[in-house]
């Protein structure tokens, strides 16, 4: 999917009692008469909420027009008020022009329900494309809201609907969001007897909604409108799913995970988000002993000229972490700093023009400043407190942590895991109840219906893959004490060809080799000289330090072949070759039924692993997934055997 560069809404604020309005589409965001008033009455009444979604486990709403919020607002208070509501709301909205945050909180400062509209003001994401998702009751109140043209957005989704608010500018004035081809895209995300609502009854909406398989009526409108118009999903016939992308439904809910690194406990807290009881069976005692148990690692975004799907991936999972772990260390200790990070750029034709090029696209791609800005070298040596001679993008949102302390307070924070340290799984077994994980001695250490391996490149010896897309690359960092002399101390981390951290707890870290197929668990001061010699090319400095006498940790990362994580149903090798099988999409695959891969998350871990696990999550559960469709094939476990099969023919 190529990326539109967002452009925010233009808002025209008029007299107190008025309603703002766009002139950019000359009308207003909702009428005089109030617009939680006309959210109740015609999209939370016309789709007969609250009572279709009592006693639901999961409720998934769909509006076309976020605007200003106001439907998810009245939705999100419905769902507060209502004692039988449904566990979880997921409410999906798409909207080519975003307010701005600070437009959202002046629009909202007086708002009917204040301390829900702060809330939305607080997390609302810096304006890039594509999805965003924000979460919000303790993770019971799910917006997924995306930013683009509907045309585009739409069928990137995936998602089960049971109720559509149909919103946006009137249909005379913003053609594109009623279009009929839109509508029709409706009816693929419809969940059996959806509902849908809009206050207009202008006949290529109606029109529109039956050809999308609805079955349309008139009821009272809201305010100066007679009329408005309600409508029931019955359609003669309807597709069914692609195996591949089928959750794991009909089953009980709940899932063994193999591995208690960053990508176990991640997988684990965004199950148990979903509903789901989870066992974590990790050979150590605690969470997090090998490669997520580095002292420190940073997490930030990327960007890049052709914004593909790496720079994508990077974009939404850095953004939500940013989120997500905000709101983890209100609860928990976790080691690290969280206020910007510094990525130095390579300037082979100097840093003018490294930095005009760095500016050109962000401009090009419309990037805001609170995702990332472009900055000069002196500008990042006043950041930084270093003395750098590159330029850099800078990352507001971007930090460094310690990875244990996230892997625990994602546990901690996750209802409902069981931890179950010191249990190595030697074996798996698939019968007709489903899977049996077995210890060295063929002994059952578990059964389950649906089992996740996120035991990083030990998956691979329990799935005896003929091919396996991932290599091991060794990594050794170095600690230095703080009192080093000649040793540079950051105030932000700073990347670039290796990295530097900021003091913590008496020590500086930096790093890393980049060893692949090399399996020497042992520290090397040949490795330690590699990071100092990398330091001093980063800031100018090093220090002379005996190399005996340092420290540092050797893990191993899993790289995918294609660099991106690793995620979703195992394919069924048995099941390939077939006469005239199509596989040359990853949705055609066989997979194995309940068995899933959580890996590949290469040196972004922390960056990764929840948006990674919230995919997953979403995947088993049948939740509305948190990154457009060609962002998840491009992370698809089965990616490689249809790009084998693509290549070959
Ligand atoms: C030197 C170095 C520097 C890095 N720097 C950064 C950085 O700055 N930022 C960043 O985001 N990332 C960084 N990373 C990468 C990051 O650490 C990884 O992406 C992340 O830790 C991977 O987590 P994981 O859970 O997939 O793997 P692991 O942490 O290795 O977890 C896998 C777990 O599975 C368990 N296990 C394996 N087999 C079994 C079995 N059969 N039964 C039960 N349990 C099993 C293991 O004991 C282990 O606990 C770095 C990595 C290295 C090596």
């Not at 959580?598 to 696990?613: C, E, K, N, P």
Request: hydrophobic share 40%.
């Amino acid at each position: 999917m190529k990326t539109e560069p967002i452009q925010p809404a233009r808002i025209a604020y008029t007299a107190e009692a008025q309603p703002p309005s766009a002139p950019a589409f000359g009308d207003i965001y909702h009428p005089a008469a109030g617009a939680l008033a006309q959210a109740r009455h015609v999209f939370l009444g016309g789709n007969d909420l609250p009572r279709r979604w009592r006693r639901r486990d999961r409720y998934t709403v769909f509006e076309t027009g976020f605007g200003l919020g106001n439907n998810f607002l009245a939705t999100w208070q419905a769902w507060r008020d209502d004692a039988e509501r449904p566990q979880r709301l997921c409410f999906v909205s798409l909207e080519k022009h975003p307010p701005r945050r600070d437009d959202l909180a002046r629009l909202h400062h007086r708002h009917e329900v204040p301390h829900l509209a702060a809330q939305l003001v607080a997390a609302w994401p810096p304006l890039t494309p594509n999805l965003h998702t924000l979460s919000f009751e303790g993770g019971r109140v799910t917006l997924l809201v995306g930013f683009g043209d509907i045309t585009r957005l739409l069928p990137e989704l995936s998602a089960e609907v049971d109720a559509f608010f149909l919103d946006g500018f009137a249909p005379a004035k913003n053609p594109d969001i009623w279009d009929c081809r839109v509508l029709k895209g409706l009816g693929r995300l419809a969940a059996p007897g959806a509902t849908a609502a809009t206050w207009s009854v202008a006949r290529p909406v109606r029109d529109g909604l039956v050809e999308a398989g609805f079955r349309v009526e008139r009821a009272p409108g809201f305010g100066s409108k007679r009329e408005m118009t309600v409508a029931r999903f019955e359609p003669r016939f309807q597709p069914p799913r692609l195996g591949a992308w089928q959750p794991a439904a009909g089953l009980e809910r709940s899932a063994v995970i193999v591995g208690g690194g960053l990508a176990g406990c991640a997988a684990a807290h965004a199950l148990a988000l979903q509903g789901w009881q989870c066992s974590v069976l990790e050979t150590h005692a605690h969470p997090a002993q090998e490669t997520s148990g580095n002292p420190g690692g940073l997490f930030h975004g990327v960007v890049n000229p052709q914004d593909g799907a790496h720079a994508r991936f990077n974009r939404t999972a850095a953004l939500h972490a940013a989120r997500a772990y905000a709101a983890l260390r209100a609860g928990h200790d976790i080691a690290g700093q969280w206020d910007g990070l510094l990525r130095l750029e390579s300037a082979p034709d100097g840093a003018d023009a490294a930095l005009a090029a760095m500016q050109a696209t962000l401009d090009a791609q419309a990037l805001p400043p609170e995702y990332v800005q472009a900055i000069a070298a002196a500008d990042a040596s006043r950041r930084s407190g270093l003395s750098l001679r590159l330029p850099a993008w800078y990352y507001p949102g971007g930090g460094w942590l310690r990875p244990s302390d996230l892997a625990k307070a994602l546990l901690a924070s996750a209802p409902g895991v069981t931890w179950r340290g010191g249990q190595r799984v030697a074996g798996l077994r698939h019968d007709a109840d489903g899977w049996e994980l077995l210890d060295a001695d063929q002994q059952v250490l578990a059964r389950a219906a649906v089992v996740v391996l996120a035991n990083a490149h030990d998956a691979a010896r329990l799935l005896r893959p003929t091919h396996w897309p991932i290599s091991r690359v060794r990594g050794q960092t170095t600690s230095l004490p703080d009192t080093t002399p000649g040793l540079p101390h950051a105030r932000l981390p700073v990347a670039g060809s290796g990295y530097l951290l900021p003091p913590h707890g008496g020590q500086v870290l930096c790093g890393a080799t980049t060893q692949p197929g090399d399996d020497d668990a042992s520290l090397r001061e040949a490795d330690h000289r590699y990071n100092l010699d990398q330091l001093a090319r980063l800031c100018g400095a090093a220090p002379q330090v005996p190399l005996a006498s340092l420290a540092g940790r050797v893990g191993w990362r899993c790289v995918s072949d294609d660099r991106l994580p690793v995620i979703g149903p195992v394919v069924d090798e048995s099941a390939l070759g077939a006469p005239r099988q199509r596989l040359d999409h990853a949705r055609y695959v066989p997979r194995l039924p309940g068995l899933y891969l959580y890996t590949g998350l290469a040196s972004r871990g922390i960056t990764w692993a929840l948006l990674g696990a919230e995919v997953l999550a979403a995947w088993i559960s049948g939740a509305p997934c948190p990154v457009e469709s060609d962002l998840r094939d491009a992370v698809d476990a089965a990616r490689f055997v249809s790009r084998a099969v693509r290549r070959a023919s």
